[in-house]
């Protein structure tokens, strides 16, 4: 069997890059600058796999990696990976006492510190990167005077030290990361016990259809299907029209999942499965030392 091509959001010493360590034993792995080239190297063949960042316990979904998901390729959910992260404040290995005057991370990171650097940092500029692995790149260049928020691997990528760890203002910080492929196959991954298996499905609904919505839930719920998130998302056709995403905890079926489809189309509804997975859950091991 050829080795597995695996993408995710980098660079190196991003938090996608250690659900990437975390998840598969091996393979060859390439980090790209953000999420829509991620999945598009699936997309054109580059790549077999990408590892994208997909739901954050405090700031909710990843928005640009569902849009992309679903408006611009076509692709599948095969698994999905739920990760600790813990964000730390990280400094060039040449500062000492400078006064901090910039935080660079991704717009995620930043906001999951909000109150911490609201209460240590309030006159800092806060600047925006594709990810936290490239604001500790950042860092790295510029010197004394900065910092980023970060993981410990990133800090050891770019030969940073730590101020502060732990930052972020929640203690139950995970993210969820989607593996995904354009033709679905086996993965080679680590032995982590399956936590459950989910489907991912997206509804549309017919315009002007009083207790629509209602409808679609009432067809999971009479046949006692499990509902563990729905969220709506706009269409990009217009104010007011959007489309639903639900997880469903329970593998794809061909009895239940039919008798839904068939449902929801009497309705006027179409629903289009976006995967069938197992879900993982790991704990990722974070050494770190306050300078």
């Known amino acids: 069997m050829s080795e597995q091509r695996i993408g995710y959001l980098g660079p190196k010493g991003t938090f996608t890059k250690m659900a990437v360590d975390a998840l598969f034993e091996e393979g ?13 190297a699936v997309e054109s063949g580059e790549i077999s796999t990408a590892v994208v960042p997909i739901e954050n316990a405090i700031e ?14 076509n692709q599948s ?20 006492e400078e006064e901090i005057k910039k935080v660079y ?3 995620h990171a930043i906001a999951q510190c909000h109150q911490y650097l609201h209460n240590h940092f309030p006159n800092a500029d806060l600047e925006y990167t594709n990810s936290t692995g490239k604001a500790a790149e950042i860092v790295a260049s510029e ?7 970060a993981n410990h691997l990133a800090a050891e990528q770019n030969g940073l030290k730590f101020i502060d760890t732990d930052i972020h203002d929640y203690d139950n ?8 492929q354009k ?41 006692k299907m499990n509902l563990s998130k729905i969220e709506s998302r706009p269409l990009k056709t217009g104010l007011g029209n959007y489309f639903f995403l639900i997880d469903v905890d329970q593998p794809y079926d061909q009895v239940l999942f039919p008798g839904v489809q068939a449902e929801l189309e009497a309705l006027g509804c179409q629903l289009k499965v976006l995967g069938t997975y197992p879900s993982y859950q790991v704990d990722v091991p974070s050494p770190v030392q306050k300078a």
């Not at 909710?60 to 390729?73: A, C, M, P």
């Not at 095969?78 to 040449?94: C, D, M, R, W, Y």
């Not at 010197?143 to 928020?149: F, L, Q, R």
Request: charged share 15%.
């Open 173 to 180: 910080n995970h993210t969820r990361f989607a593996v995904i």
């Open 183 to 223: 033709v679905p196959t086996t993965l080679k991954v680590k032995d982590h016990p399956i936590t459950k298996h989910k489907t991912t499905v997206m509804v549309t609904l017919p315009k002007d259809y009083v207790g629509a919505l209602h409808q679609v839930l009432a067809a999971f719920a009479w046949r």
């Open 28 to 40: 060859m792995f390439v980090g790209y600058e953000n999420i829509p080239a991620c999945l598009d």
């Open 143 to 149: 010197g004394p005077g900065v910092a980023a928020i």
């Open 60 to 73: 909710g979904s990843v928005h640009l990696t569902i849009d992309y998901f679903v408006h611009q390729v």
């Open 77 to 96: 959910i095969i698994a999905e990976l739920t990760v600790p992260i813990k964000q730390h404040l990280l400094v060039h290995s040449n500062h000492h």
């Open 105 to 107: 991370s991704h717009s």
